[in-house]
C-alpha cells in the first residue's frame, strides 16, 4: 500500500511538472507567434505552411535517425483504413490551427490564452457533469490561479501601454515647451547681441520693455488658424495636415476618430446611442457629429485653433459648422482645396507599396525602393493597400466629386476657398498652403445674405460697399448692384485659382 502510495506521489509530482512546462511552453509559443507576426507582417496562412513544413522536416528526421520510418511506412500499407482516419485527424488540426493563428494575430495572445483557458475549464466542467468525474480542490485551485496569472498579465499589459501614452504625451509637452520658451527668448537674444553703437544711448528701459512685447505679440500671431482640408484619397491631406497643425499648433479633428472614440465610453448615453447606430450599419445623425466637434473645439489642446480634415462633406454640414463657430464667435480662417487630376491621382494611388511593421510608403514610379518591393531598411517585403484598385478608387473619386462640389462654390462665396495644385512637390505645396493660412486669416470673411441691399465685402485689393443706386428714371436698379458683387467675386475667385492674381 505504501509503495502504491509512493507511486501515485511520484506520478503526481511528473504530472505537474509537465504541466508547469505545457504552460510555459505554451505562453511563449502564443507571445513568440505574436512577434513574428508583428516583426514580419505575414499572414496566419503564411504561418501555418511554415510551422508544418518545418514539423514535417523534424518529425521525418527524427523518424530516420530512430531507424522507424520504413516500419511506419509499412505500417500505413498494410492497415489502408489508418489513412483515412489520419488524414480526417489532420483537417481537424489544420482546422484548429487556423483558428489558433488567425485568432492570434487578430487579437494578440492574451486574448488567445483567456480563450484555450476558458474552453479547457469549460471541457473540464462538461466532463465532470456528464461522466461524473471527481474535480478535488486543487483542481479548482489551479483554474483560479491560471485566471488570475491572466488577469495579472492583462493588467500589466494594459499599466505599461498607460505609462508608455504618459511618456509620449509628457515628450511633447517638454517638446512644445522648449519650443515655446526658444521663442519667447528669442528676441531677447537678438537685443544683447546688437552692437551699442545700433541703440540709442538715451533710449529708456520703458522703451525696451515695450519692443519686448510687440516681439512677443508677433510671435503670438504667428500661431493659431481654423483650417478646412478638401481633397481626394490620395491628394495629399494627411502629409499637409500634420505640417499645418505642427505650424500653426493647432489640433487635428477627425470626425471618424470623435465617433469611435464615443462609442468607447460606457458611461455616455451619446456613445451608447452612437454605437447602437454604427452596430447596425447606419450613419449617425448631423446633430450628434456637430454635438461631438462642439466638444472637441473646447479642448485644451484645441484653444489655438482647429483642422478638419474629410468635414463637413454636406453644405448643411458646412451651414451647421458655421453656426456653431459664431455662437462661439470664432470663423473659419481657410478651406484649401488639393485640386489633381483623377489620371494622376490613380497613378500616384495604384502605385503605392507599403512596409507594413514600419510604416513606411513607397511608390512605383515617383519613390521607388532601391530593390523591386523590398524595404530599404530591413529588406523586407512591401505590400499593397487592400482597397488601392481601379475599381474601388474610381467610385471613391465619383463619391468625392459628388460631394465636394456644392461645398467647394459654398465656400468659395464666402471668400476663404483656395485651390492648390497638389501634383507639385510636398514642400512647395507645403509653403503654398502656409501662405494662403497666412493671408486668409488676417482678411475679412464673406457671408452671402439673401438681403437686396449687403453688407461691405473685402476682398484682395478692393473694398465695395454694395447699396442702391438712385437714377433720374426712377428705375429700381438695387439688383444690378447684387449681379455686379456676384460677377465680381465670380472672376476674382477664377483669377485666384488659375495662379494669376
Same mark, same amino acid.
Given at each position: 500500500?505504501?509503495?502504491?502510495?509512493?507511486? @501515485?506521489?511520484?506520478?503526481?509530482?511528473?504530472?505537474?511538472?509537465?504541466?508547469?512546462?505545457?504552460?510555459?511552453?505554451?505562453?511563449?509559443?502564443?507571445?513568440? @507567434?505574436?512577434?513574428?507576426?508583428?516583426?514580419?507582417?505575414?499572414?496566419?496562412?503564411?504561418?501555418?505552411?511554415?510551422?508544418?513544413?518545418?514539423?514535417?522536416?523534424?518529425?521525418?528526421?527524427?523518424?530516420?535517425?530512430?531507424?522507424?520510418?520504413?516500419?511506419?511506412?509499412?505500417?500505413?500499407?498494410?492497415?489502408?483504413?489508418?489513412?483515412?482516419?489520419?488524414?480526417?485527424?489532420?483537417?481537424?488540426?489544420?482546422?484548429?490551427?487556423?483558428?489558433?493563428?488567425?485568432?492570434?494575430?487578430?487579437?494578440?495572445?492574451?486574448?488567445?490564452?483567456?480563450?484555450?483557458?476558458? $474552453?479547457?475549464?469549460?471541457?473540464?466542467?462538461?466532463?465532470?457533469?456528464?461522466?461524473?468525474?471527481?474535480?478535488?480542490?486543487?483542481?479548482?485551485?489551479?483554474?483560479?490561479?491560471?485566471?488570475?496569472?491572466?488577469?495579472?498579465?492583462?493588467?500589466?499589459?494594459?499599466?505599461?501601454?498607460?505609462?508608455?501614452?504618459?511618456?509620449? @504625451?509628457?515628450?511633447?509637452?517638454?517638446?512644445?515647451?522648449?519650443?515655446?520658451?526658444?521663442?519667447?527668448?528669442?528676441?531677447?537674444?537678438?537685443?544683447?547681441?546688437?552692437?551699442?553703437?545700433?541703440?540709442?544711448?538715451? #533710449?529708456?528701459?520703458?522703451?525696451?520693455?515695450?519692443?519686448?512685447?510687440?516681439?512677443?505679440?508677433?510671435?503670438?500671431?504667428?500661431?493659431?488658424?481654423?483650417?478646412?482640408?478638401?481633397?481626394?484619397?490620395?491628394?495629399?491631406?494627411?502629409?499637409?495636415?500634420?505640417?499645418?497643425?505642427?505650424?500653426?499648433?493647432?489640433?487635428?479633428?477627425?470626425?471618424?476618430?470623435?465617433?469611435?472614440?464615443?462609442?468607447?465610453?460606457?458611461?455616455?448615453? #451619446?456613445?451608447?446611442?452612437?454605437? $447602437?447606430?454604427?452596430?447596425?450599419?447606419?450613419?449617425?445623425?448631423?446633430?450628434?457629429?456637430?454635438?461631438?466637434?462642439?466638444?472637441?473645439?473646447?479642448?485644451?489642446?484645441?484653444?489655438?485653433?482647429?483642422?478638419?480634415?474629410?468635414?463637413?462633406?454636406?453644405?448643411?454640414?458646412?451651414?451647421?459648422?458655421?453656426?456653431?463657430?459664431?455662437? $462661439?464667435?470664432?470663423?473659419?480662417?481657410?478651406?484649401?482645396?488639393?485640386?489633381?487630376?483623377?489620371?494622376?491621382?490613380?497613378?500616384?494611388?495604384?502605385?503605392?507599396?507599403?512596409?507594413?511593421?514600419?510604416?513606411?510608403?513607397?511608390?512605383?514610379?515617383?519613390?521607388?525602393?532601391?530593390?523591386?518591393?523590398?524595404?530599404?531598411?530591413?529588406? #523586407?517585403?512591401?505590400?499593397?493597400?487592400?482597397?488601392?484598385?481601379? #475599381?474601388?478608387?474610381?467610385?471613391?473619386?465619383?463619391?468625392?466629386?459628388?460631394?465636394?462640389?456644392?461645398?467647394?462654390?459654398?465656400?468659395? @462665396?464666402?471668400?476663404?476657398?483656395?485651390?492648390?495644385?497638389?501634383?507639385?512637390?510636398?514642400?512647395?505645396?507645403?509653403?503654398?498652403?502656409?501662405?494662403?493660412?497666412?493671408?486668409?486669416?488676417?482678411?475679412?470673411?464673406?457671408?452671402?445674405?439673401?438681403?437686396?441691399? $449687403?453688407?461691405?465685402?473685402?476682398?484682395?485689393?478692393?473694398?465695395?460697399?454694395?447699396?442702391?443706386?438712385?437714377?433720374?428714371?426712377?428705375?429700381?436698379?438695387?439688383?444690378?448692384?447684387?449681379?455686379?458683387?456676384?460677377?465680381?467675386?465670380?472672376?476674382?475667385?477664377?483669377?485666384?485659382?488659375?495662379?494669376?492674381?
Amino acid at each position: 500500500l505504501s509503495l502504491k502510495k509512493a507511486t @501515485q506521489n511520484i506520478t503526481t509530482i511528473n504530472g505537474l511538472i509537465l504541466l508547469i512546462f505545457y504552460l510555459i511552453f505554451d505562453a511563449f509559443t502564443s507571445n513568440y @507567434q505574436k512577434h513574428i507576426f508583428d516583426h514580419y507582417s505575414i499572414s496566419f496562412l503564411n504561418m501555418m505552411f511554415f510551422v508544418n513544413f518545418i514539423s514535417i522536416i523534424l518529425t521525418s528526421t527524427s523518424l530516420v535517425l530512430n531507424g522507424t520510418l520504413l516500419e511506419c511506412l509499412l505500417f500505413m500499407q498494410r492497415h489502408r483504413s489508418f489513412l483515412i482516419h489520419a488524414f480526417a485527424t489532420s483537417i481537424c488540426s489544420s482546422i484548429g490551427q487556423l483558428f489558433i493563428f488567425s485568432t492570434i494575430e487578430e487579437f494578440g495572445p492574451v486574448i488567445f490564452t483567456i480563450i484555450m483557458t476558458v $474552453r479547457q475549464a469549460f471541457s473540464i466542467l462538461l466532463s465532470c457533469i456528464f461522466y461524473g468525474h471527481y474535480l478535488s480542490w486543487y483542481s479548482i485551485l489551479g483554474m483560479h490561479i491560471a485566471f488570475l496569472a491572466i488577469f495579472i498579465h492583462v493588467f500589466a499589459q494594459f499599466k505599461r501601454k498607460v505609462e508608455i501614452n504618459i511618456k509620449r @504625451q509628457r515628450c511633447i509637452w517638454i517638446k512644445q515647451k522648449i519650443t515655446k520658451e526658444k521663442k519667447m527668448k528669442m528676441p531677447i537674444m537678438i537685443i544683447l547681441i546688437m552692437p551699442s553703437s545700433s541703440m540709442n544711448k538715451n #533710449e529708456t528701459n520703458e522703451q525696451k520693455q515695450s519692443l519686448l512685447k510687440n516681439d512677443d505679440k508677433q510671435n503670438k500671431t504667428d500661431i493659431g488658424a481654423n483650417i478646412i482640408l478638401i481633397g481626394a484619397p490620395g491628394s495629399g491631406k494627411g502629409t499637409q495636415s500634420a505640417r499645418l497643425v505642427e505650424r500653426y499648433q493647432i489640433c487635428q479633428i477627425s470626425t471618424g476618430d470623435l465617433l469611435r472614440q464615443a462609442t468607447q465610453d460606457k458611461t455616455s448615453l #451619446e456613445g451608447e446611442k452612437i454605437r $447602437r447606430v454604427m452596430e447596425t450599419g447606419g450613419l449617425v445623425d448631423d446633430e450628434t457629429v456637430m454635438s461631438l466637434i462642439d466638444k472637441s473645439i473646447n479642448k485644451p489642446e484645441c484653444r489655438n485653433g482647429f483642422l478638419f480634415d474629410g468635414f463637413p462633406r454636406t453644405i448643411y454640414q458646412g451651414e451647421q459648422l458655421e453656426q456653431l463657430l459664431e455662437s $462661439r464667435q470664432k470663423r473659419l480662417d481657410a478651406v484649401l482645396e488639393y485640386a489633381i487630376e483623377d489620371d494622376h491621382l490613380k497613378r500616384r494611388i495604384l502605385g503605392r507599396l507599403i512596409h507594413k511593421s514600419s510604416g513606411r510608403t513607397y511608390h512605383e514610379e515617383f519613390n521607388p525602393p532601391k530593390q523591386p518591393m523590398k524595404d530599404d531598411i530591413t529588406g #523586407e517585403k512591401l505590400e499593397r493597400r487592400s482597397d488601392d484598385t481601379n #475599381e474601388t478608387l474610381s467610385a471613391r473619386l465619383t463619391t468625392y466629386h459628388k460631394q465636394t462640389k456644392p461645398l467647394i462654390d459654398f465656400y468659395r @462665396q464666402r471668400n476663404i476657398h483656395r485651390s492648390i495644385d497638389a501634383t507639385q512637390s510636398v514642400n512647395d505645396v507645403s509653403k503654398q498652403s502656409i501662405e494662403i493660412v497666412d493671408y486668409l486669416r488676417k482678411q475679412t470673411t464673406y457671408k452671402p445674405s439673401t438681403s437686396a441691399i $449687403r453688407q461691405t465685402e473685402t476682398d484682395d485689393t478692393l473694398t465695395i460697399k454694395s447699396k442702391s443706386i438712385i437714377n433720374q428714371r426712377d428705375v429700381d436698379t438695387s439688383h444690378l448692384s447684387n449681379n455686379f458683387l456676384f460677377i465680381y467675386n465670380a472672376v476674382i475667385s477664377v483669377l485666384r485659382d488659375r495662379g494669376i492674381i
